[in-house]
């Protein structure tokens, strides 16, 4: 198993300054999870040596931003979004990340108040399927990931996030189910897990209110035991979001600390869960 932290919860964008990674190797750390959501913006460079100076792994986490949309009914943004999503995978692959991850398939935040449509599950199957070639030509992974009801009304729970997988039908495109969410839209969320199957590709380790993994309710011997069931073996990474950079408490509705420190959520987090993986 891998154990991995996303940056978020210290950045919104690649600055390592910010980030303990001394302490992070010392609990145990394998690897960061960094936010890409403008490509061109990124030293890829800087990120392949800052993780080679550490002994770090790199994958990466996105979102669609503005103007984006895999299922919007304009063919147009459609097209414009597969290119953005392409110029996502090679800057990946230029970084050295060997994995995307994220809600690939909708706008985080787009609730048009209704339920979604069998055209807008036609478009992001052919979306994503529209990428195979170059993930494969990238040698990079991309993990879908599901969000609560709040977030988005395309794909929330385990079954669905299978279903559209499943008829994406790209070995290089899997699953990725964050205990957050999953704690809000699945009826048990170990269970979520083995719903997954064959197509669990990544998973966000996060406590029920964002915090510290292992300090809130959410059912983590059940989470474990379900992934070790699956033979799971890839990244178990903490994700979670800084309160006091506007934009990213804005956009995750966080309004309040969420521990002592940030460092506390990944470093603690990391040695809660290291113990009960070998608990397990």
């Given at each position: 198993?891998?154990?991995?932290?996303?940056?978020?919860?210290?950045?919104?964008s690649?600055?390592?300054?910010?980030?303990?990674?001394?302490?992070?190797?010392?609990?145990?750390?394998?690897?960061?999870?960094?936010?890409?959501?403008?490509?061109?913006?990124?030293?890829?460079?800087?990120?392949?040596?800052?993780?080679?100076?550490?002994?770090?792994?790199?994958?990466?986490?996105?979102?669609?931003?503005e103007?984006?949309?895999?299922?919007?009914?304009?063919?147009?943004?459609?097209?414009?979004?597969?290119?953005?999503?392409?110029?996502?995978?090679?800057?990946?692959?230029?970084?050295?990340?060997?994995?995307i991850?994220?809600?690939?398939?909708?706008?985080?935040g787009?609730?048009?108040?209704?339920?979604?449509?069998?055209?807008?599950?036609?478009?992001?199957?052919?979306?994503?399927?529209?990428?195979?070639?170059?993930?494969a030509?990238?040698?990079?992974?991309?993990?879908?990931?599901?969000?609560?009801?709040?977030?988005?009304?395309?794909?929330?729970?385990?079954?669905?996030?299978?279903?559209?997988?499943?008829?994406i039908?790209?070995?290089?495109?899997?699953?990725?189910?964050?205990?957050?969410?999953?704690?809000?839209?699945?009826k048990?969320?170990?269970?979520?897990?083995?719903?997954?199957?064959?197509?669990?590709?990544?998973?966000?380790?996060?406590?029920?209110?964002?915090?510290?993994?292992?300090?809130?309710?959410?059912?983590?011997?059940?989470?474990?035991?379900?992934?070790?069931?699956?033979g799971?073996?890839?990244?178990l990474?903490?994700?979670?979001?800084?309160?006091?950079?506007?934009?990213?408490?804005?956009?995750?509705?966080?309004?309040?600390?969420?521990?002592?420190?940030?460092?506390?959520?990944?470093?603690?987090?990391?040695?809660?869960?290291?113990?009960?993986?070998?608990?397990?």
């Amino acid at each position: 198993m891998k154990f991995g932290v996303n940056t978020l919860i210290w950045s919104g964008s690649f600055e390592p300054d910010k980030y303990p990674l001394d302490e992070l190797k010392e609990v145990g750390v394998d690897g960061i999870e960094i936010p890409v959501f403008v490509p061109s913006e990124l030293d890829t460079a800087a990120v392949r040596k800052t993780c080679s100076e550490h002994a770090l792994n790199v994958h990466f986490c996105s979102v669609n931003p503005e103007g984006m949309n895999p299922i919007s009914d304009d063919a147009t943004v459609r097209a414009k979004t597969v290119e953005h999503w392409k110029d996502v995978i090679r800057t990946a692959a230029e970084a050295g990340a060997d994995q995307i991850a994220g809600p690939t398939h909708s706008p985080v935040g787009y609730l048009p108040g209704r339920r979604r449509t069998e055209d807008e599950w036609k478009w992001g199957v052919e979306f994503h399927q529209a990428l195979a070639d170059d993930l494969a030509d990238a040698n990079v992974m991309m993990a879908v990931e599901p969000l609560n009801r709040f977030e988005t009304y395309f794909l929330n729970t385990a079954a669905d996030a299978y279903r559209f997988v499943d008829e994406i039908n790209c070995e290089r495109i899997g699953i990725l189910l964050d205990t957050f969410h999953q704690n809000i839209e699945d009826k048990q969320v170990g269970d979520a897990y083995r719903t997954c199957g064959k197509h669990l590709m990544h998973v966000h380790t996060c406590e029920n209110d964002r915090g510290t993994p292992g300090s809130g309710h959410v059912d983590w011997p059940g989470v474990l035991q379900a992934i070790k069931e699956l033979g799971y073996d890839r990244w178990l990474t903490i994700e979670s979001f800084n309160s006091h950079i506007p934009e990213l408490s804005a956009a995750t509705a966080i309004w309040r600390d969420l521990a002592a420190s940030m460092d506390d959520i990944a470093i603690d987090g990391t040695r809660f869960l290291r113990d009960l993986w070998g608990r397990t």
